[in-house]
């Protein structure tokens, strides 16, 4: 039987499966530059104010839209607003019909793989208010 990720759609996705894609690596928490021109977005290492650096988590997932207003509910995107998310994240991935990475970890099925493929923030985000 296939997994979720490769039968499914994103859009055809439960909220606990499009949930369970984020690997959390933070990246996208960090803050970013977009060139207007070219549309290419540029990553900082400075992290969101409710970005936990230590953890490499949202202090305030369920909230974060409302109290960070520039904050992407990718939910409610079309895959083409993917675009600002990094590379290596799974929505992106999906949304192009390609594979999980090994180091996923729905794929690996260790939480941790993302820290260990050095892949997350974890270790090297600043926070905003430092």
């Keep these: ?18 949930e369970s894609l984020c690997d959390g690596c ?16 540029f990553y900082t290492d ?3 104010r409710l970005f936990d650096v230590d953890h490499c988590r949202c202090t305030a997932y369920e909230k974060r839209t409302e109290l960070v207003p520039e904050c ?13 998310l990094p590379a290596t994240c799974a929505y992106q991935q999906l949304s192009k019909s390609r594979d999980l990475a090994s180091w996923h970890p729905l794929v690996s099925g260790d939480r941790n793989s ?17």
């Design 26 to 41: 933070g990246r996208c928490c960090m803050h970013k530059f977009k060139d207007e021109d070219t549309h290419e977005v």
């Design 114 to 130: 993302v820290h260990k493929a050095g892949i997350s923030m974890q270790g090297k985000a600043v926070p905003e208010n430092s």
């Design 1 to 18: 039987m296939a997994a979720f990720w490769e039968s499914k759609t994103l859009e055809e996705m439960t909220e606990e499966e499009w």
């Design 72 to 84: 992407v509910d990718l939910r409610s995107k079309h895959a083409d607003q993917f675009r600002c």
């Design 46 to 48: 400075v992290a969101c």
